[in-house]
């Protein structure tokens, strides 16, 4: 008879035995099937955001300079007027000057506060480029127009964009050969107005 209780006394220390160690196990199951969920969500998330900044990188090549989005209607345009300058002519004797004030027309605030940074460069570059011009040139629609590519080349350059080399003059089709146009640069320099030009 003391055999009875004894088995059955083993028997009833296995069950809440084998009850616990069947909770530890189901919780463990848990436990590494929310850790596998968390690792996959975490890696999921993360490739399609890798994939947009490529995509952002292949458009921002692609984009072509002077080559506008359509104004925001809500958003006014970024003007960034530059202190008017007095420059000194390439003409002949040296006795002709140009009075010209400068306005930027910016793609966003954002390029207005680079241009801010880097305005004693620009300055001196934009001297430069009038400086290199005679006032013939100056005083002609097409020498401004000129002058307002090479500002906005300046300007582009300074702000650290790839910029297009100067135009050529025009050479003599029949003789040399056919070169393909290729696309200009990007540049958030969207136009270059001028508020005074005076030559003297």
Avoid: W
């Avoid at 436990?31 to 596998?36: F, M, P």
């Avoid at 921002?60 to 080559?67: C, L, N, R, S, T």
């Avoid at 005679?134 to 090479?150: F, H, I, P, Q, S």
Wanted: no cysteine.
């Amino acid at each position: 008879m003391s055999a009875k209780p004894a088995a059955e006394g083993a028997e009833a220390a296995e069950k809440p035995k084998s009850k616990k160690m069947l909770i530890i196990i189901i919780a463990a199951v848990v436990v590494l099937a929310l850790v596998g969920g968390g690792a996959a969500f975490f890696l999921m998330k993360k490739k399609p955001a890798e994939g947009e900044e490529g995509a952002d990188a292949e458009h921002a090549e692609k984009k072509p300079a002077m080559v506008r989005k359509a104004p925001d209607p809500k958003a006014p345009p970024t003007f960034m007027p530059i202190e008017n300058m007095v420059v000194n002519l390439a003409d002949p004797g040296g006795g002709r000057f140009a009075q010209v004030g400068i306005t930027l027309k910016l793609e966003d605030a954002k390029t207005a506060d680079n241009v801010k940074l880097y305005m004693p460069a620009i300055r001196n570059g934009i001297l430069l480029e009038i400086s290199k011009r005679t006032a013939d040139e100056l005083l002609g629609v097409e020498g401004k127009e000129k002058l307002t590519k090479a500002i906005i080349r300046e300007v582009s350059g300074q702000l650290g964009f790839e910029v297009d080399d100067e135009e050529e003059e025009p050479v003599d089709t029949a003789k040399a050969p056919k070169k393909k146009k290729k696309a200009p640069a990007y540049t958030p320099v969207e136009a270059v107005l001028f508020s005074s030009f005076i030559v003297q």
